[in-house]
């Protein structure tokens, strides 16, 4: 599946929709974060642990040092018995099942992956940008949350790569997607989110962080569930939403039929 399709951008078509009215009004800015903002220490008391030839931090002992600080958005989460709250903490420290899936599915895609510019949105722990990043891409991780940035995605960058590639191959990213591309530092060949189309109400930000940041003949694919039960999010609607946007393509290129269905899309600018 080659990278390079040549099509042109097209705008997108704002009638009829009713998602991006209900986006929240008060998003955070979108800033840069640099490898020195976060605190992270190698040594013998940090508590990791290994997925898919990764080394990360355990997230339930990052959860719980990180509740000593109350105004960490995870303590909201904790207080609603909940694993997020839309629009203050989007789940940035739960490695997801579809962000295995995407990592797993992208093991084997090295040719296509070499030299290219990745951006990792809704990145959380960062393992399948990491994966992109070990075949040679430059990558750009974002996720909601600063602190996730600082605390999570960036150390385990640094768990498995050197402090050279991590500050001259990647690039780090906080806030909402709305006002991303005021510091994405270019325009990407692939763009890759998990977990990401749960809440309906972000379908319009999604859309135009795609539209705003992926080159002419780049691709997206988007790892997610067929359905997010309390939420309300599904494949279904986020395809009728594409389709009605009419910018983008969609094509479903691995799916797995255990449990609940799982797949993962290929989006790219439609030929016309």
């Not at 295995?100 to 992956?113: A, P, S």
């Not at 974002?142 to 150390?155: G, L």
């Not at 991590?166 to 998990?194: M, Q, R």
């Amino acid at each position: 599946m080659p990278f390079a399709f040549n099509f042109d951008e097209k705008g997108s078509d704002d009638d009829g929709d009713r998602l991006e009215a209900q986006e929240t009004q008060d998003a955070p800015a979108s800033k840069v974060i640099s490898v020195s903002q976060s605190s992270f220490e190698n040594n013998d008391s940090l508590q990791t642990r290994r997925i898919n030839d990764f080394i990360v931090l355990d997230e339930t002992a990052l959860i719980e040092k990180l509740r000593n600080f109350p105004d960490f958005p995870v303590s909201l989460a904790d207080a609603q018995h909940s694993d997020l709250v839309p629009d203050i903490y989007e789940g940035g420290l739960k490695i997801w099942e579809c962000e295995l899936d995407l990592q797993v599915f992208l093991k084997d895609q090295e040719e296509l992956l070499r030299g290219k510019a990745v951006l990792e949105l809704g990145c959380g722990a960062g393992l399948a940008g990491m994966e992109c990043l070990r075949k040679g891409s430059a990558v750009t991780f974002q996720d909601y949350n600063e602190e996730v940035v600082c605390h999570f995605t960036i150390p385990n960058v640094l768990l498995n790569f050197n402090a050279e590639k991590a500050t001259h191959s990647c690039s780090f990213v906080a806030g909402d997607w709305s006002n991303i591309a005021e510091v994405l530092p270019y325009k990407y060949d692939l763009i890759l989110t998990s977990e990401t189309i749960y809440n309906s109400n972000s379908y319009g930000k999604l859309h135009k962080a795609f539209l705003s940041a992926l080159k002419p003949n780049g691709r997206i694919l988007l790892a997610a569930k067929s359905y997010y039960f309390g939420v309300g999010g599904s494949l279904s609607e986020w395809k009728n939403y594409v389709e009605q946007q009419r910018v983008f393509s969609f094509n479903t290129i691995w799916k797995s039929n255990s449990g609940l269905v799982r797949e993962i899309v290929q989006m790219e600018f439609s030929a016309t």
